[in-house]
T-cell receptor
Framework: AQSVAQPEDQVNVAEGNPLTVKCTYSVSGNPYLFWYVQYPNRGLQFLLKYITGDNLVKGSYGFEAEFNKSQTSFHLKKPSALVSDSALYFCAVAGGSTLGRLYFGRGTQLTVWP | GAVVSQHPSWVICKSGTSVKIECRSLDFQATTMFWYRQFPKQSLMLMATSNEGSKATYEQGVEKDKFLINHASLTLSTLTVTSAHPEDSSFYIC????????????FGPGTRLTVL
């Protein structure tokens, strides 16, 4: 069965510091991995995705993520956090026997302190 | 980028009435549309997947007679909550995807449904 784990419900970081939001996945076959961000009472915004190729994926708003096949991880990173990055972040995977649907992690609330 | 709209953004209704939520892809034709439900501080729960002109595929545990999905065109999908009850109160989000399964989904802003 396909699944995504985001082990941290909450991540707090000071503005200007690097941030990491963790994600691990389980899928049969090739994984197609996504990161989305959600602001309060809004839908999700696409940040980046990994399909194939370079393990380091760059996305919107200065975010990047590194695909690690051996550790089945796809952590989201940013070198210097902004207060405006504070939001709910979701990792998702598509793949396996039910291609087409996304399996979401439970989300990680990122708070960046000024 | 691709834009998905939802209407209404919020709705309050009485128990027993039906509510229709529209999801439109504004600047692209969506091969597939999805409907999700999100409870406070929780992840998204996929309710159903629909392709234009086809019947929706509902996830296990989702009542298809209660949550009616119509995908009449490549730019419009509707979700009708029939005979709504307070436990149907939730945040409903649609998304749309162009082409194949490894393309990203574009999400609407969501609809807050409150059933009194």
């Amino acid at each position: 069965a396909q699944s995504v784990a985001q082990p941290e419900d909450q991540v707090n970081v000071a503005e200007g510091n690097p941030l990491t939001v963790k994600c691990t996945y389980s899928v049969s076959g090739n994984p197609y991995l996504f990161w989305y961000v959600q602001y309060p009472n809004r839908g999700l915004q696409f940040l980046l995705k990994y399909i194939t190729g370079d393990n380091l994926v760059k996305g919107s708003y200065g975010f990047e993520a590194e695909f690690n096949k051996s550790q089945t991880s796809f952590h989201l990173k940013k070198p210097s956090a902004l207060v405006s990055d504070s939001a709910l972040y979701f990792c998702a995977v598509a793949g396996g026997s039910t291609l087409g649907r996304l399996y979401f992690g439970r989300g990680t609330q990122l708070t960046v302190w000024p | 980028g691709a834009v998905v709209s939802q209407h209404p953004s919020w709705v309050i209704c009485k128990s027993g009435t039906s509510v229709k939520i529209e999801c439109r892809s504004l600047d692209f034709q969506a091969t597939t549309m999805f409907w999700y439900r999100q409870f406070p501080k929780q992840s998204l729960m996929l309710m159903a997947t629909s392709n234009e002109g086809s019947k929706a595929t509902y996830e296990q545990g989702v009542e298809k007679d209660k949550f009616l999905i119509n995908h009449a065109s490549l730019t419009l999908s509707t979700l009708t909550v029939t005979s709504a009850h307070p436990e149907d109160s939730s945040f409903y989000i649609c998304s749309a995807r162009i082409g194949t399964y490894y393309n990203e989904q574009f999400f609407g802003p969501g609809t807050r449904l409150t059933v009194l």
